[in-house]
């Protein structure tokens, strides 16, 4: 990776956006942790140089629609202080850049999350970068969903985990529910969501021992574009065939097809 760019002096807007997360997001990052979101930044933007990481560069947006974006999410969990409290062990699925997963553990200092993606590079790119921001309790790790599922190490084990910009949703169920705890819990990011959609991943769900608990809609505070954050709980074991061969979930489904 090259060397990041010295962080440059926060623009007036930036701050008055620090300052509505307080009112947005009910939380609001301590200076240290605002210093760490400005460092992603500049990492991020040095290795767009040589990888397509992102194509959101401004810095106003990309503190909207990377950063405020990827913690909306948390706030299903419940109140700040409860989740910050907790020591999730926690899995962002398809991480890409490391979002949500690496402002997720920035905010909540006491999990460990494991940001899986199956490009080496990306995840060779998060490794560095979890080094510079000195984020040891996070690891980054070159996988398929669908391999790590099955890992009997790390299948089970989690209470928490995370999916952005992946796949359908039912898709996203079945990479994230077999990695869950029973009373473990999933948060898939959406832009736009349907009925129709609810009602395939609902019979997706019923398969993998998951029920959906909440659908929340929000707007983003600066473009107001229109999100939905989808919680999901693990309620049985996911049965031993999830999640299935790689490749197989995106091509076939599951929910589609009541039969199936």
Same mark, same amino acid.
């Given at each position: 990776m090259k060397k990041a760019d010295p962080p440059a002096s926060?623009?007036?807007?930036?701050?008055?956006?620090?300052?509505?997360?307080?009112?947005?997001? *009910?939380?609001?990052?301590?200076?240290? =942790?605002?210093?760490?979101? #400005?460092?992603?930044?500049? !990492?991020?933007?040095?290795?767009? &140089?040589?990888?397509?990481?992102?194509?959101?560069?401004?810095?106003?947006?990309?503190?909207?629609?990377?950063?405020?974006?990827?913690?909306?999410?948390?706030?299903?969990?419940?109140?700040?202080?409860?989740?910050?409290?907790?020591?999730?062990?926690?899995?962002?699925?398809?991480?890409?850049? *490391?979002?949500?997963?690496?402002?997720? =553990?920035?905010?909540?200092? #006491?999990?460990?999350?494991? !940001?899986?993606?199956?490009?080496? &590079?990306?995840?060779?790119?998060?490794?560095?970068?979890?080094?510079?921001?000195?984020?040891?309790?996070?690891?980054?790790?070159?996988?398929?969903?669908?391999?790590?599922?099955?890992?009997?190490?790390?299948?089970?084990?989690y209470d928490l985990a995370l999916a952005r910009a992946v796949a359908a949703a039912e898709i996203c169920a079945e990479y994230c529910l077999p990695l869950l705890k029973v009373g473990g819990r999933a948060i898939l990011y959406r832009g736009h969501w349907t009925e129709a959609e609810a009602q395939t991943l609902k019979r997706a769900l019923s398969l993998l021992g998951g029920k959906l608990i909440h659908v929340e809609a929000f707007t983003t505070p600066h473009s107001h574009g229109m999100r939905h954050c989808l919680l999901l709980e693990k309620v049985a074991p996911t049965p031993a065939c999830y999640p299935r061969p790689p490749g197989i979930p995106k091509r076939q489904p599951l929910g589609q097809d009541k039969r199936r």
């Open positions: 926060k623009p007036p807007e930036l701050e008055a956006l620090w300052s509505s997360w307080l009112v947005d997001l *009910g939380w609001q990052p301590s200076e240290p =942790q605002q210093q760490q979101l #400005q460092q992603l930044y500049s !990492l991020v933007m040095a290795g767009n &140089r040589t990888q397509n990481l992102t194509r959101i560069t401004d810095p106003i947006d990309f503190w909207e629609k990377h950063l405020w974006d990827s913690l909306r999410g948390l706030r299903l969990l419940g109140s700040w202080d409860e989740i910050q409290a907790q020591p999730w062990r926690g899995i962002d699925i398809g991480t890409g850049a *490391g979002f949500p997963g690496i402002p997720a =553990q920035i905010a909540l200092p #006491q999990a460990h999350f494991t !940001l899986l993606d199956s490009s080496q &590079r990306k995840i060779a790119f998060v490794q560095e970068v979890l080094q510079q921001l000195s984020l040891a309790q996070a690891r980054a790790v070159a996988q398929r969903a669908e391999i790590w599922g099955q890992d009997p190490q790390e299948r089970g084990s």
